[in-house]
């Protein structure tokens, strides 16, 4: 009999890379990992996993800061082992054993199942083991999982890329889009709403182009209407559509299929048509507020939230004044803004009229500013409805001083409201009258009107009462060799 080794994953960057990291939580523990219990100390997991991303600012000197801090604990602990994935890996190598040379495994996004079969190769040929595949070795919806949550899930229905968009270097690191078939999709989700899930997440890096594949246009409005034929779905989600490709027949799926929520994450980046040239954005302004326009007619309850970037090279005083129109018209319930910095491989990395940091600071603080009072303003006017709330799990912090829990209206607004007399779980349904709204929060302070008992609140019961029983310290052998066999795709949920 072999000793138990513990697992941690440390993830950064996009929901992508959150689905990515559940599955190699799943595929660890088929190989007969445990996974480390939440408090342990830094360095004391057998091995290590940064599921790393390539977007964020200053990606590789947190990693390699992250990767200096526990040179000394593996120096310390021979056994233990770090393995690196996700886009930086993608994108540096060879760059990462010989800056970080105490680094086991390094993997890229496009065969995340080899990690178990690697982390056994490093161990017993004591050197690095460096495996990047050029495309996908398995779509990663065919490897076990182990969710992070009992009543909510991802489901990846396409990975990749088709755009060419300057600033970002996704589609060179997960390649161009590959789409799932539509029946493993449902296969999935009706797997996982056998297990007690009520809410998916339809995810892709460009949602609606799903079906370029087979020339299918109208594919992924086909796909929420499919969803709406799911017994015990409650609500579905989507992130992230394109302008480009969002078309009038999905806007009618949403409006048209009840469990498909009012709520759309629609990137803008920028308001300038120059700008948006600039990017490769194959839309321009017009077009992107004519979408909004028409999803408003078709669904005037709904909650849009955007992305935007600040101080794009060659962004003029007039070009960031159009940002700022674009979101005083579509009022945006939210914003992901960001001040544009440089990324390494991408074509706006090199462009002339960088914008020094003081100006893009100062743009980038009024569009805030302007954000936030929209944000309250259309948040004021949810104070009076009934909205019906599923109960989330840490979803507030303060929740235990407050006496209060909170959860996601149907148009993912976050709202807090009193605890119910009767026990409530999450994954369960609190009807609720919103009486306060804060700028990212709404309040609902008066008894809950009613409480739904619901499948997926059995199912996170039944996953803690598992989680508690299960004994400490149970041993296994050491970690299967080879990737695992793909599961069937009705199974597919792991």
């Keep these: 009999m072999g000793v138990t080794r513990s697992y941690e994953i440390r993830t950064y960057g996009c929901q992508m890379n959150v689905h990515d990291s559940e599955r190699l939580s799943g595929l660890l523990e088929d190989a007969g990992y445990v996974r480390a219990p939440e408090g342990t100390a830094e360095g004391d997991a057998d091995v290590v996993v940064f599921n790393t991303c390539a977007v964020r600012e200053n990606a590789d000197n947190k990693l390699y800061g992250n990767l200096g801090r526990l040179a000394p604990m593996k120096t310390k602990r021979p056994g233990m082992q770090i393995a690196v994935g ?6 540096d190598r060879d760059t990462i054993v010989k800056r970080a040379p105490w680094v086991d495994v390094v993997f890229g996004t496009h065969n995340i199942g080899k990690l178990p079969v690697l982390l056994e190769r490093a161990r017993v040929q004591e050197e690095a083991q460096v495996e990047i595949a050029e495309s996908l070795e398995a779509f990663p919806s065919t490897l076990p999982t182990r969710r992070e949550s009992a009543y909510a899930a991802w489901v990846s229905i396409s990975v990749g890329c088709n755009n060419t ?22 296969a999935e989700i009706e797997a996982l709403v056998a297990e007690g899930v009520s809410e998916i997440t339809l995810l892709g890096q460009n949602v609606n182009a799903y079906g370029s594949d087979i020339g299918d246009r109208e594919a992924f409005s086909k796909l929420l209407r499919a969803c709406g034929k799911i017994e015990g779905l409650e609500r579905v989600r989507f992130t992230s559509p394109h302008p480009r490709d969002f078309t009038d027949d999905v806007i009618a799926a949403m409006a048209e299929t009840p469990n498909v929520m009012h709520q759309l994450h629609m990137p803008l980046q920028s308001g300038s048509d120059t700008v948006l040239k600039a990017m490769r954005r194959s839309y321009r302004q017009e077009r992107f507020l004519g979408i909004i ?23 003029t005083e007039e070009d960031f004044e159009q940002t700022m129109h674009v979101v005083r018209e579509a009022r945006f319930a939210n914003a992901f803004t960001f001040q544009y910095s440089k990324r390494p491989g ?6 002339e009229g960088q914008i020094p940091k003081e100006v893009v600071q100062a743009r980038y603080e009024r569009l805030v500013a302007l954000q936030e009072e929209i944000s309250w303003e259309e948040n004021k006017k949810q104070v009076g409805r009934v909205v019906d709330v599923m109960v989330a799990e840490g979803e507030g912090r303060k929740d235990g001083t407050t006496q209060r829990l909170s959860g996601r209206a149907p148009d993912n607004r976050l709202v807090h409201f009193t605890k119910p007399d009767e026990d409530v779980r999450p994954g369960d349904v ?6 306060y709204a804060a700028p990212h929060h709404l309040l609902a302070e008066g008894a809950a009107k009613a409480v739904r008992r619901t499948r997926a609140g059995d199912a996170w019961e039944k996953r803690n009462a598992a989680a508690a029983a299960k004994p400490a310290g149970v041993m296994l052998g050491i970690p299967t060799i080879g990737a695992p066999a793909p599961s069937p795709a009705p199974a597919a949920a792991g």
């Design 86 to 91: 996700g886009c930086l890996a993608q994108k």
């Design 165 to 186: 968009c300057t600033f970002c270097i996704v589609p060179a690191l997960r390649g161009k889009e590959k789409d799932r078939r539509t029946g493993d999709i449902l």
């Design 293 to 315: 326009e028409k999803v408003r007619a078709a669904m005037p309850d709904a909650a849009i939230s955007t992305d935007i970037i600040v101080g794009f090279p060659g962004e």
């Design 346 to 351: 991408t074509p706006a990395a090199t462009m």
């Design 430 to 435: 609190v009807t609720v009258e919103i009486t």
